[in-house]
């Protein structure tokens, strides 16, 4: 079975960063596209980032542009999110996210194969 365990989630102050990991299980393929998505309270799943399995190309959502960065390490089966300039509005819980599709580099939730459990962010102003 694939899993998929985030970790480095927390409580920041505005401006500051955090790095966030998501470790797959054996199982998943080292081929998938892997993405970040983020829920706040009241409010629908969002798409952030996404990295195709080669590590060379990725996708993000225009509000996290030029203060987040998506990489991985396919010899380690994780991939990381390093948020840089947080807001008050990046509060969210954050969601990985693995696709089969090796250069999908999907926006729509729906399109990925398996989630992990979240972990919560916490920017405070």
């Known amino acids: 079975q694939v899993q998929l365990v985030e970790s480095g989630g927390g409580l920041v102050q505005a401006g500051g960063s955090l790095r966030l990991s998501c470790t797959a299980s054996e199982r998943t393929s080292s081929t998938a596209t892997m993405g970040w998505f983020r829920q706040a309270p009241g409010k629908e799943r969002e798409f952030v980032t996404a990295i195709a399995w080669t590590g060379r190309t990725t996708k993000y959502a225009d509000s996290v542009k030029g203060r987040f960065t998506i990489s991985r390490d396919n010899a380690k089966k994780t991939v990381f999110l390093q948020m840089n300039n947080l807001t008050p509005e990046d509060t969210a819980v954050y969601y990985c996210?693995?696709?089969?599709?090796?250069?999908?580099?999907?926006?729509?939730?729906?399109?990925?194969?398996?989630w992990g459990q979240g972990t919560q962010v916490t920017v405070s102003s």
């Open positions: 996210a693995a696709d089969q599709t090796p250069w999908a580099l999907s926006p729509v939730q729906g399109d990925y194969d398996y």
